[in-house]
Structure formats: structure tokens, C-alpha cells
């Protein structure tokens, strides 16, 4: 039987003047999948997710939310999702139960059965002892908790995050993540997610698309992702008396995929990379280089980055963060 | 309803919340009756005027007595003496005197010989108010001294101005009440409304109800809805303040009271609207804070409340004619000056209904309901 689709994306384009925050996307997410966009700040995610939940009208394209075209259909669209926006938007002058009673009311859920979901959520996201509280006392982690509650209270089929842990501790991360972790658990709803933490995409969602300059340059699980990259773990040395011979050398032995040299670096696709270490360097050694330093580690989502684009998140983040006026598409353009 | 309701609700949690808005916006028109009433209507005194007399004769005596009564009586200016006419005039130019009046050597010679007396009045005119009291007390005088000795005689043939009230008098403090209460729904619709949705849209938290099923009705209308409870409650307890502080009386009752508060209903009403066609759009509150004070002198000036209209040129008149606090403030005056019922203030009324109809359509028309 072929599989629902929850969202359907066909060439979807946005222009803002002659900037092209997402060019000619497609991609389609399956009914209770857990799907996520990867990519730096300013890639196009938040433009596309506002596309998605009626906020921006796309340039040219098509998006099918919940068998509603985004276009056509915004007011159907808006009753079948819910969605948590980068900024924080609960109200701090309301307390948390007044929040979610108001969000409730403007979709015209009954009383009763708004109290009982509003109760069932707020124990759910552990915010029953501060519902009465003004949000205005809570922390960042604690009004993030309220608003994915929030969004939930009329049992949307879609939940939309964008960036749902920007700016949290460590430990309020995880809590957030403990939470869409529990929501997983309800195979009904279809949550897609954007993020820059790669971290994040590898631990929650099934299937991740990496964007980058507007455009999906990879989408599969982690996992199909990781396995397009040769090897399985990367290997960083740090050198001293660099020459061509080195690489030409390194590259010659056997568990040895590819290597990339950075500014003053080489990064070693390989095959069980601890245990061929010492044989690399000694490699690197006898080619007469000398090894500052060295680190293993696992193939991460951040190296599919670094394999499509051959630079790191975090670089191409501090590259367009320096010219935007704020994290996503320019704010003046973005509004 | 319940969506309509739950944005009003919002809307009027967040502003009680926020005390500080409520006593600004409750102060400054109060605040503004006091300095407005007492910064026009009061009375010139002590202006320094320096004399010199060069003729002491009997003509310069009796016009100095003359101006001796002004300076006993309602001491309008204080009369200092000076024997050099330069000194004197030299005085007025350096902003030590407000004039100089020099009476010359053959003042009174030529009086009696009614050969074109003359007093030389020095005055520092670019204060005009000022100058203008003195040249007229100064004149008053001057006849005074010239008539003194001319029979006073009836003329039966004379016409006589018999005039008569038709109301009670109105003072200039309390001719101000009208543009108080116009000043303070300004002040009500400029913070509440529009104002509301600008600071959502400045804090991104617009984007919680853009994403909800409310429509552009649910979201206006509940902003206009909860703006004018809040300005309506505010403009009515300015208003009895200012009744109190004036003492004007309402005769006519419960009548009187059940119009007042139709017209600052429908003028709320009618300026929230007004702001969300120019505010609507506006991403950031210092925009909000520019417009502010070129609004409030483009509806206010222009609307009777301080000046009369029939004063204003032709292109101000023509503005007047679609200021909407113009209506207002004349249907307010009538109402509480000339005791006037609905049927006549019932153009005024026209005129705000139909201008709020107008721009509310235009307000739920030009909303943008995406980013």
C-alpha cells in the first residue's frame, strides 16, 4: 500500500527581490514521520517553513500540507498544523494557562474539552505547577515547553517546529528533546523539524534533507546519508612539513577513502579509523611530515555537509550570519 | 464569536497588566487642560515700562496720572521713571523694559494750544501680545487726557448695541473640555488597536495568531473592540474629571450624559479605525511614535477644539471638513454648551458613522494576513 503523504513539496521557489531564499525545492514527507531539515542559518529553512504554514506565499510552486494547497487553501491548512516559530511568541504578560487557553479559543475548541486536552499537555510538558505563573517568570527552556504545548491543544496533524532549541542551555535542549521524543510515540502526527544542530537531526529525525543556499543538496535517513560519505569514520591531522607527497602517500593505503586537505589540516575519509590511526601516521611520518595532532570521530551529518559543499555548518553560518540582519532570511526581506 | 472573543480577551489582559499605559494615558489629557487653560487665558502684569517726561507740565501730569491707574489697577505694567529718552529706548532694545514712552518738552504747550501734541511709545514688538496691550492701554490713555474736558452729553440719535447670551458663558477653561476629551480618545486609539498588533509584529508574536484559523475580521475587529473599551472607559473618566475641574453643568441629565457618551463612542470608534488604516502595515513602534505627534497635530489644530475653524484659511477649512475630530469636538460643544439634543448634532454623528464604516472596511481590506 503506498504510504500517505503528509506534506508534498513540488518546485518550490522564493524570491525576495533578486535573493532567492529557496530555489526550485521538492521533497515529500509521509504521513507520522519524524522529517527534518539540516542546514545553516540563512539556507532557506525558515522561509520554507513559513511557506508551508500559510505565512509567506511562495514565488513559484506548489506545497500540499495535509491534502491542502498552502496557496488555495490557507484557512484549512492553518486547522490541520500547528507550529512552534523560531522567535518565542507566547505572551509574557499572560500566564502559561492563559496562553494556552487563548490559543485554544482562537481555534474554537469547547470549553470542556479544551480544559482537559490544556491539563493533559501542560502535565505533559511538566508546566502544571507554573501554569498559573506569568510566562514572563519562566525560562527560555520552560517557555519553549509551553509554546510546543500550545500548538498541540487542538490536535493538529502536523507539528511544525522551526528551530525549536535556538538559544536554549545544553539542558533545556534535552528536555525539549525528551519531549518531541514522546511525541514520536503518536504515530499520527507527522512533525517536521528544522535545525542547524546536526546533533539534533541525527538523535530525532528519521529522515533529514540538508539545505544549503536555498536548495535540499541531500535528503535520506542519517544513516542512507552517512553511507554516501566513503569510510566510516573521519580522521584529522593536524601538520607540520605538509607536501603533496603526503596525501599522494596516505591515499595509497588500503583503508584510506579520500583525503581532503584544509588550511593547515587533512581530513581522512577511513575505514575503522581508530584502529588504522597509528599506521596513517606513520605513513605521514615516513613521507617526512611530522603529526601535531589528531582526532577520530564517527561520520556525523556534519561531515554529509562538509562532503556536498566542502565547508562545515558552522562556517557557512558565520559567513552569512555576519551580513543578515538577524538567524534566517534578512528580516526585512523575510517579513 | 469565541475566536473574536478570546482576541479581545487577550488584548484587554495584556493592557491591565501594563498599569504604567493606563496612568499615561489618563494623565496627559488632564495634564494637558491644566497647562493649556492656564498658559492662555491669564492676565499681563507688571510689564516693566520706563517713562521719561520731559515736559512736567499740566497735560504730561494728567496723562501720567492716567497711567498710574492702569499701574494701581490691573497692573498690567509697572511704571519705572528715566530722565534720558536714549537710555530708555536703548533699555527696550536690551529686553529691560517691554517700552519706553517719552513725553516730550512741549507736550503740554501744544495740548492747549491744540497744535498736534505727541508721546513717543518705544515698543519691543516681537512680543506681540504684549505690545499690543500696551500701545492699546497707552492710546486708552491718551484720549482720556484729550477728552477730560469735553462735556459728556446724551445723543438720543445714537444706536445702541442691546446684545444677549442665548447661553451660559463659557470661559476658555472650560471651552477647552471638548478638545480635552478629543485629545485623550487620541491618545486612547494611538496605544490600544493598531498600536497592539505593531508591537506584535515588532516582537514577532504576531506570527501565533497569523498561524491560527482567526481571520482578518477576528484579528481587527477584536484589537477595535478591545481598543474602544479601554479608550471609551478612559475618554468617560477624563471627561467628569474635567467637568469637575471646569465646573460646567450638565442640566439636561441623563439625556445630556447618554450623548456625551455616543460621541466619544463613535469617535473612538471612528480614530481606532482611522489608526489601523495608517498603522496596519507598520513593523516598528518609533514609527508609531513619529506619526503620533504629526497626527495629533494635523486632527487636533485643525479641529476646532483650541481655535475656531471659521479663523482657518480656505485648504485648512476644506481639511477640517474631513477631520473627523472636527466633528467631535463640534458635536461635544453643542452638547454640553448649548444643551443640544441628538437631531442636532445628528450631521456630526452622520459624518463619524459614516467615516468609521468607511475606514474599517479599509482597515479589514488592507490587513495583511501573512508576514
Given amino acids: 500500500m503506498q504510504e500517505k503523504k503528509a506534506i508534498t513539496v513540488s518546485e518550490i521557489t522564493k524570491k525576495f527581490g533578486t535573493i532567492t531564499a529557496v530555489d526550485n525545492v521538492s521533497f515529500e514527507v509521509a504521513e507520522g514521520e519524524f522529517f527534518g531539515f539540516l542546514g545553516p542559518n540563512g539556507a532557506g529553512k525558515t ?3 513559513r511557506m508551508l504554514t500559510t505565512l509567506l506565499k511562495p514565488t513559484s510552486g506548489k506545497a500540499v500540507v495535509s491534502c491542502c494547497d498552502v496557496a488555495r487553501e490557507p484557512a484549512a491548512v492553518r486547522r490541520a498544523i500547528g507550529v512552534v516559530p523560531q522567535a518565542m511568541t507566547s505572551d509574557l504578560d499572560l500566564t502559561g494557562y492563559e496562553n494556552m487557553d487563548i490559543y485554544g479559543r482562537f481555534y474554537g475548541i469547547r470549553s470542556k474539552e479544551r480544559k482537559e486536552r490544556m491539563r493533559y499537555l501542560l502535565d505533559m510538558v511538566g508546566l502544571t505547577a507554573r501554569a498559573n505563573d506569568l510566562v514572563a517568570t519562566y525560562s527560555g527552556g520552560m517557555r519553549r515547553r509551553l509554546e510546543i504545548a500550545r500548538v498541540l491543544v487542538h490536535k493538529p496533524k502536523i507539528l511544525f517546529l522551526d528551530e525549536p532549541t535556538i538559544g536554549l542551555d545544553p539542558q533545556s535542549r534535552r528536555v525539549v528533546w525528551g519531549l518531541l521524543e514522546k511525541l514520536m510515540e503518536d504515530d499520527s502526527l507527522t512533525i517536521f523539524l528544522t535545525t542547524h544542530y546536526m546533533e539534533e ?4 529525525c528519521k529522515r533529514v534533507a540538508i539545505i544549503d543556499a536555498g536548495k535540499i543538496i ?3 535517513s542519517p544513516d542512507e546519508l552517512k553511507s554516501q560519505i566513503p569510510g566510516n569514520d573521519i580522521v584529522s591531522l593536524s601538520l607540520a612539513g605538509f607536501t603533496e607527497s603526503i596525501v599522494e602517500k596516505a591515499e595509497s593505503l588500503p583503508f584510506v577513502h579520500r583525503i581532503v586537505v584544509e588550511d593547515d589540516y587533512i581530513r581522512a575519509y577511513v575505514d575503522s579509523g581508530a584502529k588504522n590511526l597509528p599506521m596513517l601516521i606513520d605513513e605521514v611520518r615516513s613521507s617526512g611530515g611530522t603529526v601535531l595532532s589528531a582526532t577520530v570521530h564517527e561520520q556525523s551529518l556534519e561531515d554529509v555537509f562538509i562532503h556536498y559543499t566542502g565547508k562545515t555548518i558552522r562556517e557557512e553560518e558565520a559567513k552569512k550570519v555576519s551580513f543578515l540582519v538577524g538567524p534566517g532570511i534578512p528580516q526585512k526581506l523575510g517579513r | 464569536m469565541t475566536r473574536l472573543f478570546a482576541v479581545i480577551e487577550r488584548d484587554l489582559k495584556k493592557f491591565k497588566r501594563n498599569p504604567v499605559v493606563l496612568a499615561m494615558s489618563i494623565l496627559m ?12 487665558q491669564g492676565k499681563l502684569q507688571a510689564l516693566p515700562v520706563v517713562f521719561v517726561d520731559q515736559d512736567a507740565g499740566p497735560s504730561a501730569k494728567r496723562f501720567m496720572e492716567n497711567l498710574r491707574a492702569v499701574e494701581a489697577g490691573p497692573k498690567t505694567f509697572s511704571l519705572l521713571g528715566s530722565k534720558d529718552p536714549k537710555e530708555a529706548v536703548e533699555g527696550v532694545k536690551k529686553g529691560i523694559y517691554k517700552a519706553a514712552i517719552i513725553i516730550p518738552s512741549d507736550f503740554s504747550k501744544r495740548t492747549f494750544a491744540k497744535g498736534r501734541p505727541e508721546i513717543g511709545l518705544f515698543l519691543d514688538n516681537t512680543d506681540g501680545i504684549s505690545s499690543e496691550n500696551i500701545r492699546n ?9 484729550n477728552t477730560e474736558y469735553v462735556a459728556i452729553r446724551e445723543n438720543p440719535g445714537e444706536a445702541i448695541i442691546r446684545d444677549i447670551d442665548l447661553y451660559s458663558k463659557v470661559d476658555y477653561y472650560q471651552s477647552l473640555v471638548p478638545g480635552v476629551v478629543i485629545m485623550a480618545i487620541f491618545l486612547g486609539t494611538l496605544t490600544t488597536g493598531a498600536f497592539n498588533l505593531v508591537m506584535d509584529r515588532f516582537l514577532g508574536m504576531d506570527e501565533s495568531y497569523l498561524l491560527t484559523p482567526l481571520s482578518k475580521s477576528h484579528i481587527v475587529g477584536g484589537l477595535i ?4 473599551s479601554i479608550t471609551t472607559l478612559i475618554a468617560v473618566f477624563i471627561f467628569t474629571v474635567s467637568m469637575l475641574i471646569t465646573g460646567i453643568p450638565l442640566s439636561r441629565g441623563l439625556h445630556q450624559c447618554a450623548s456625551i457618551f455616543i460621541i466619544i463612542t463613535l469617535t473612538t470608534l471612528c480614530l481606532l479605525s482611522l489608526m489601523f488604516v495608517i498603522l496596519g502595515r507598520v513593523g516598528h513602534p518609533r514609527i508609531v511614535g513619529v506619526l503620533s505627534g504629526f497626527l495629533n497635530v494635523i486632527l487636533f489644530f485643525p479641529s476646532g477644539a483650541v481655535y475656531p475653524i471659521a479663523s482657518f484659511p480656505g485648504w485648512l477649512k476644506a481639511f477640517a471638513k474631513v477631520n473627523p475630530e472636527a466633528y467631535a469636538v463640534d458635536a461635544l460643544k453643542a452638547v454640553l454648551f448649548k444643551n443640544a439634543g441628538l437631531s442636532v448634532i445628528a450631521g456630526d454623528i452622520l459624518f463619524l458613522f459614516c467615516f468609521t464604516a468607511l475606514m474599517m472596511t479599509l482597515s479589514i481590506l488592507t490587513f495583511k494576513r501573512t508576514l
Fill in chain 1, 47 to 49: 522561509t520554507l517553513i
Fill in chain 1, 201 to 204: 537531526a541525527e538523535a530525532l
Fill in chain 1, 218 to 220: 541531500a535528503i535520506g
Fill in chain 2, 29 to 40: 489629557p488632564i495634564i494637558y487642560l491644566v497647562i493649556l487653560g492656564n498658559s492662555f
Fill in chain 2, 137 to 145: 492701554i497707552v492710546k486708552s490713555a491718551v484720549k482720556a487726557t
Fill in chain 2, 225 to 228: 473592540i478591545s481598543g474602544l
